[in-house]
């Protein structure tokens, strides 16, 4: 049944649904309301075989994941930002021990400046991580997203993140489908672990691998990412069946099939570029949009079979590598290579700015008429940007960007320098 709920709700909802046994808990924004939502549950009896476990950090969060999993319980946990950054030596643990948590990250700008908004360059951060990193367009496909998870996850014995935007879905009220717990267990297999700690049978987790084998542990860390990509398609297809809905896949290609222009984007500004391409195409311009649901693994070949016979793509970026560009572009080239077409890196959105119909409209006018550069920002205020380089072109002690920029534009108590 179609409720009005806020995203994180319905995600709570979602997984408690999937039976979880351990639930790691440390609050941080904007995933707070999902642990909550879950803590509401478990505190209700809703879910009596359920451990919920309150931590002192996003550290011990996954630390203690690490430690219910290796025993067979099903775990779940949730982060964003910061705290993604601060449980990174346990992240690289799970995938490493092939662990089937699953990991919400409620995407979030990564500091400094401290920045609570939505972007992506958290889960960018960890994109090599060894987890697969699933990313939701709305908040019907962040919920429908957990309950894959957990089957993904299991079958391969590997972990998930499910990565929704921070605030923009967490926080927004929409109608949504959550899958009961009776849909949920009908279709979710029990959990078999392929491994487990057993008194009977000890066995050593996390030993020390030296030279001799442990280039075969890695190539088999990535095997499994390969495997995933049959896998997850296969999942998506058996839950559309079930739940008579299309969620997750590989790739969500929108009015592709004779597009000369295609934008690629991730999450949830995908509705709004849907919305731009819809209103081009009323002018008659062959343009459409491919939203990639899995970034990890990347699907090189369903990516080049939708971009293959377009003329252009943009690649609308929420997040960049620093002093080289997009992230998401340059996985597009690599799929196309060595048939490359002309294409751009935008980033836009960062720290939560608003990426805008009107915007997006300037963005593909200016790459139709050769005049947009090959990586750009998005609505970039030139003028602020070429204040900052004057002042420190006159001086030496210029004092903090961050600082000198809020002065500029007139918010908060920053002080001359």
Partial sequence: MREQLEGSIAVARAVAACHP????????????????????????????NAQYVNVESEFAAMSVAIGSSATGARTYTATASQGLLYMVEAVYNAAGLGLPIVMTVANRAIGGPINIWNDHSDSMSQRDSGWLQLFAETNQEAADLHVQAFRIAEELSIPVMVCMDGFILTHAMEEVDVPTEEQVQSWLPPYIPRQSLDLDDPVSIGAMVGPEAFTEVKYLAHHKQMEALELIPQVAASFAEHFGRDSGGLVRPYKCDDAETIIVALGSVLGTIKDTVDERRERGEKIGALGISSFRPFPLDAVREVLANAKRFIAVEKAFSVGLGGIVAAHCRAALSPNLIPNWEVAAGLGGRPITKASLHGMIDDVLAGTLEHFSFLDLDKELVEKELERERNARRSGPIAENLIRDVGIGRATAH
Wanted: glycine residues 8%.
């Fill in 21 to 48: 046994e351990v639930i790691c808990a440390y609050p941080i924004s904007p995933q707070t309301h999902i642990v909550e939502g879950l803590s509401a549950i478990v505190k209700r009896g809703e879910l009596p």
